[in-house]
């Protein structure tokens, strides 16, 4: 048997206390892991905000301080804005919510009778010209024509959680839309969403010539900021802006947040675990002095029984590492599927950093954890050790 | 080394604990040579067991001469290598490691020394063929006899093939019957592979079976008698 076998085999002498042990370390690593790959996912939605193509600036009604449905704004402030210096390309949307509808295949008639986070749906108007100032680069199958008033596009997250494809159709307001097309932008909120034309949505929730925002894309060389100033100072009392990159720089400071939080979480599973596994350890050591007097008198030295001692406090450890990653993984998966309202915000993310950071805890666990233990160890006079009752 | 060198050689060896309240040895003097089987006998505290922890480098004197396998103990500073090449003890509750099979006890002194696992295991299974235990190599020492275990201990002590074994008080958790099988065992492996036996006891009839036999009172030798 190689000393490894040895090292390996060894914690498995008194298995109830080291199976608390392990559920101790695996339920800090666990947390880790988790909060890891919901934070994770949520960064990477927001990263996907500020894709090249997409609007820089946003600008909503005075006073209005959420993206909200309904028209506030009068569309002609679309072409308005393209007179603003700096200003290269604008598009205004609506947006609406539909709370109750029903999707069918074609050719069959399987339903569906709810969708989206809480039963609803957003809904935007947009003209299909300017889908790229809201991320939407790309479109499996075709977008909708602008005069058509029976066809839409759908996010990835709201198709796969519909079971819908291109072809199906969808009753949005009483009315049977065709899907002509889906897409994925990366962002949870968009990939959430349908999309159709502007006109369409006006007729639909009686917003003629109504818009909810403008999106606003500057040119190349113009400043976000300065661009954004200049639509305030030209609209006073009309139009309030925001920029993309201000939005998730407040996005990010939340999930900063967070990750700070996971940080403590982390240093405290460090502490709580180190303090169980040099429990675990020292009480093993306890009941084993006599053994290691004989380990001594065989000829062992003092570095192999620290390595020994060292080595059970780390497979303990790494097995805690394997376990609370599992039921992490598992955990949020459980979630995600039972839960339709979480898994349309969230899209965890498996980067290899989230893991590697649960594995060093674990290792630092199982370091601090043993080395006091494997010190005592090691240090064990064999006579004393061989008396040892 | 041949037969008639001195493997252990002792010259006023003394060791006090508490603070010197406690003399353990007291300036003992003791040479053995190499293949002879000695048995040390003396009342409890006399300071057997101190002595064979000195031979075995388990403790350190005080102050004395003592050489063993040609190694200057109180000069020495590689006692684990000493102890991994030069010693193998059996002790009298056998100490074996109760969650490792029977080979992998034999097995644990080779860790210290170039072997790989198949060599490892090559050596304890021809040694536990030897004290006739071939057939329970893979069973855990709780499910053996006293007898057995302590069979298995002796397998253990001889496995680096070391020059001298301590035998401290082998027979002293056994019953007569199976101590005496256990002696003969040892007695029959110590002729074989030619290694000196000391054996510390205060049996009068287990102490008899050795070829020499030194009585131990007040941490100093009071007599040495050869018996055979």
């Known amino acids: 048997m190689s000393f490894l076998s040895l090292v390996v085999k060894n914690p498995f002498r008194n298995k109830t206390r080291s199976a608390l042990a392990i559920v101790g370390i695996a339920i800090g690593i666990m947390v880790i892991v988790a909060l890891g790959m919901v934070t994770g996912g949520l960064k990477s939605s927001t990263q996907s905000t500020l894709k090249a193509g997409a609007a820089e600036i946003t600008a909503l009604q005075t006073g209005s301080n959420s993206f909200g449905s309904g028209g506030t704004l009068n569309e002609s402030l679309v072409n308005d804005l393209l007179s603003t210096n700096g200003v290269k390309d604008t598009a205004g949307i609506l947006r609406a919510t539909n709370t109750s509808s029903s999707a069918s295949s074609l050719g069959s008639n399987s339903s569906q009778s709810s969708f989206g986070p809480g039963g609803s749906i957003s809904i935007t108007g947009i003209d299909s010209g300017k889908l790229s100032l809201v991320g939407i680069d790309n479109v499996n199958g075709s977008a909708f024509n602008n005069g058509s008033t029976d066809e839409i596009i759908i996010g990835k997250t709201f198709a796969q959680d519909q079971n819908l494809t291109v072809g199906n159709t969808i009753n949005l307001y009483g009315k049977d839309f065709k899907i002509t097309g889906t897409f994925e932008t990366g962002s949870f909120i968009t990939d959430a969403g349908i999309y159709m034309p502007l006109s369409t949505l006006q007729n639909l929730t009686s917003n003629d010539n109504k818009i909810s925002a403008i999106l606003v894309k500057v040119t190349d060389n113009a400043n976000v900021t300065t661009v954004s100033q200049n639509i305030e100072s030209s609209y006073p009392n009309q139009l309030t802006t925001t920029t993309a990159e201000a939005t998730a720089g407040r996005i990010n400071q939340g999930l900063g947040f967070i990750d700070t939080a996971s940080w403590a979480i982390s240093l405290l599973a460090i502490f709580i675990g180190a303090v169980g596994v040099i429990n675990t350890m020292i009480m093993s050591v306890y009941e084993r002095t006599r053994e290691i007097g004989v380990l001594k008198a065989v000829g062992w030295t003092d570095k192999r029984i620290l390595g020994m001692i060292l080595g059970e406090s780390i497979v303990l450890t790494l097995i805690a590492f394997v376990v609370g990653t599992i039921i992490a993984v598992v955990g949020v998966e459980i979630l995600l599927t039972y839960s339709p309202s979480v898994s349309g915000i969230i899209k965890p993310s498996f980067a290899l950093d989230i893991f590697a950071r649960a594995f060093l805890v674990a290792f630092l666990v199982g370091v601090i954890g043993g080395l006091y233990p494997a010190y005592r160890a090691s240090r064990l006079s064999p006579t004393e050790a061989l008396r040892y009752e | ?228």
């Open chain 2, 1 to 228: 080394m041949n037969n008639t060198e001195n493997v252990i050689e002792i010259k006023n060896l003394k060791k006090s604990y508490d603070h010197g309240n406690i003399k353990a040895l007291n300036g003992i003097d003791l040479t053995v040579k190499k293949g002879e089987f000695i048995s040390i006998m003396g009342p409890s505290g006399a300071g057997k067991s101190t002595l064979l922890n000195m031979i075995g480098a388990l403790d350190t004197a005080d102050e004395g001469i003592i050489k063993v396998a040609g190694i200057d103990l109180m000069k020495t500073k590689k006692l684990n290598q000493f102890r991994s090449q030069e010693i193998g003890f059996v002790f009298q509750m056998h100490n074996l490691i109760p969650n490792l099979s029977v080979i992998e006890n034999v097995e644990i002194p080779m860790y210290e020394t170039n072997a790989n696992s198949s060599e490892m295991r090559e050596r304890a299974l021809e040694l536990l063929k030897s004290v006739n235990l071939e057939k329970k190599i893979e069973q855990k020492p709780t499910k053996l006899s006293g007898g057995e275990r302590q069979r298995v201990a002796i397998a253990r002590a001889l496995v680096n093939h070391p020059s001298i074994i301590l035998a401290d008080e082998p027979t002293g958790s056994l019953d007569s019957k199976t101590g005496e099988v256990i002696l003969n065992l040892l007695k029959e492996l110590h002729t074989q592979e030619n290694v000196t036996l000391v054996m510390v006891t205060h049996e009068p009839y287990v102490g008899n079976m050795a070829e020499r036999l030194v009585t131990v009172l007040d941490g100093k030798c009071k007599t040495d008698e050869k018996l055979r």
